[in-house]
């Protein structure tokens, strides 16, 4: 019951890499905030469904960075995380968890952020774009920060999604 249950949760998350594909089919890469993978794994196998050259990256807080590590070792660990400005990408992840197999199979490289970097990053969305997101809601653009080099010329996506930052907090970023 666990397993498909997984799977639904990755497909119903992968929507959004349809939604991304039906506004930009033309896309060369894409980023998207990572916790246990869910949404990162469910949009990429989407993307590079319809275009395997379509870059996929996950970004997550450096403070809980257990899909990082296993994607490093090639297996689920346990790890020791830290609080993060990023917390519902926080946390371990179930050890049998399907999303290490989804990740090594569609995500080019995982990234990681600073609690600095993403403060920054709340702040840029909130200065620039007015857009009030949590700190895992600002992880993909964090990562695009942090490598934009590496998008110069290509068409990119970068998925904000999450607004539930207590009030106090945000306060303390943008002030």
Sequence with gaps: ?????????????????????????????ALFACGAGGLLTGSAGWLKSLNPKVEAF??????????????????????????????????????????????????DEIWLLTETEIETSIRLLFEQHRLVVEGS??????GLLKRKEHFKGKKVVAVVCGRNIPLELFKRIIA
């Design 1 to 29: 019951m666990y397993l498909s249950w997984c799977w639904i949760v990755v497909g119903g998350q992968g929507t959004c890499g349809y939604e991304i594909s039906k506004q930009l089919p033309d896309l060369n890469a």
């Design 137 to 142: 809601g600002a992880l993909s653009i964090g």
């Design 58 to 107: 996950g970004v997550s807080p450096e403070n809980s960075p257990v899909m990082y590590e296993s994607m490093r070792t090639n297996k689920m660990v346990e790890m020791e995380t830290y609080p993060t400005l990023a917390d519902t990408c926080a946390g371990g992840v179930d050890l049998d968890s399907i999303t290490l197999d989804l990740c090594r199979r569609y995500v």
